[in-house]
């Protein structure tokens, strides 16, 4: 059974810096590209960053330079670094991977940047 769970959230002000973490559990984590998405309020799900099992990363462009993926092969986690907080990052993140046609996804955690 695939889990994977989010912490990490919370409330910052405006230039102040998060760090997400997922663990993941019922995959074969060394070999699955890893995602990280966010939902803002009144929005649509929208992809923030990706790693693959190589360390190749991509990043939406309203979080390049501020944000970094990292992921952690001998403890099965993915971190989300987020430095240089905005209003406009405020949402909902969740953790995602795929196997297959299948995707998986986290509760997700709350993260609210105030101005």
């Known amino acids: 059974q695939v889990q994977l769970v989010e912490s990490g959230g919370g409330l910052v002000q405006a230039g102040g810096s998060l760090r997400l973490s997922c663990a993941a559990s019922?995959?074969?984590?060394?070999?699955?590209?890893m995602a990280w998405y966010r939902r803002p309020p009144g929005k649509q799900r929208e992809l923030v960053a990706s790693?693959?099992?190589?360390?190749?990363?991509r990043y939406a462009d309203s979080v390049k330079g501020r944000f970094t993926i990292s992921r952690d092969n001998f403890k099965n986690t993915v971190s989300l670094q987020m430095n240089s907080l905005e209003p406009e990052d405020t949402a909902v993140y969740y953790c995602?991977?795929?196997?297959?046609?299948?995707?998986?996804w986290g509760q997700g955690t709350q993260v609210t940047i105030s101005s």
């Open positions: 995602n991977t795929a196997l297959g046609r299948d995707s998986y």
């Open positions: 019922g995959i074969f984590f060394s070999g699955s590209t």
């Open positions: 790693i693959t099992s190589t360390g190749n990363t």
